[in-house]
């Protein structure tokens, strides 16, 4: 059975600060996808990673993928108080997506 | 830009009462899914569909659960006799082709309470 698990559960951190979200999956699969939840909202996609070594950035955000780790991180840059969320990566093996347990980030002024 | 969108935005309903959640697709997408979220849990698949019929279940969607596309444009999921525990937020999503390879858009969820 697939597992995903990401770490940190919850993230407190100062605006301008750079942090690091951890995705971690036990069975190799090559397509993996970061969202985003805001509080009482649906999920919002942000990135699709096909490839070992893909690396993605939109804006302050950035995700990569290593295949081989089993891992995917989504590093933040600078961070602003808009990009308080929660974060999910999710992991497909076959036409679902397994999520994983998702970060709480909350930027502090 | 077109979007997933799901009726209603909330639900509460009685334990043992049948409820239909509905959900729009995207027009052009043909893959479509459900999936939920207990409240402060992480998202959950149920049940994927394809050409009219379920291309893939999880061990959640026992036969309580039942889904359909009744006309071309709806897709909707039914819970034939509610228990507390179904107390969850809804997610429907599409996607243009499967193989796990393309983006799968949530619509903006239907909060069901069972009381």
């Known amino acids: 059975e697939l597992k995903v698990e990401q770490n940190p559960l919850f993230l407190s951190m100062q605006e301008g600060k750079n942090y690091t979200i951890y995705c971690n999956y036990s069975?190799?699969?090559?397509?993996l996808y970061w969202y985003r939840q805001d509080p009482g909202k649906s999920l919002e996609s942000l990135f699709v990673?096909?490839?070992?070594?893909a690396v993605k950035q939109e804006g302050r955000l950035m995700a990569s993928l290593d295949t081989k780790a089993r891992l995917s991180t989504l590093h933040i840059t600078a961070a602003v108080h808009d990009l308080s969320a929660t974060y999910f990566c999710a992991v497909a093996l076959t036409e679902k997506l397994t999520f994983g347990t998702g970060t709480r980030l909350t930027i502090i002024p | 830009e077109p979007e997933v969108t799901q009726t209603p935005s909330h639900q509460v309903t009685q334990m043992g009462q049948e409820v239909i959640l509905r959900c729009v697709p995207i027009?052009?997408?043909?893959?479509f899914y459900w999936y939920r979220q207990i409240l402060g849990q992480k998202v959950e698949f149920l049940v994927s569909?394809?050409?009219?019929?379920?291309?893939?279940k999880s061990e959640i969607f026992d036969d309580q659960f039942s889904v359909e596309r009744p006309d071309g444009s709806n897709f909707t999921l039914k819970i034939r006799s509610t228990k507390l525990e179904d107390s969850a937020m809804y997610f429907c999503a599409s996607s243009l082709r499967t193989g796990g390879r393309e983006t799968q858009y949530f619509g903006p969820g239907t909060r069901l309470l069972v009381l």
């Open positions: 027009s052009n997408h043909l893959y």
């Open positions: 569909f394809y050409n009219n019929e379920i291309s893939e």
């Open positions: 990673l096909l490839s070992n070594g």
């Open positions: 069975t190799t699969s090559d397509r």
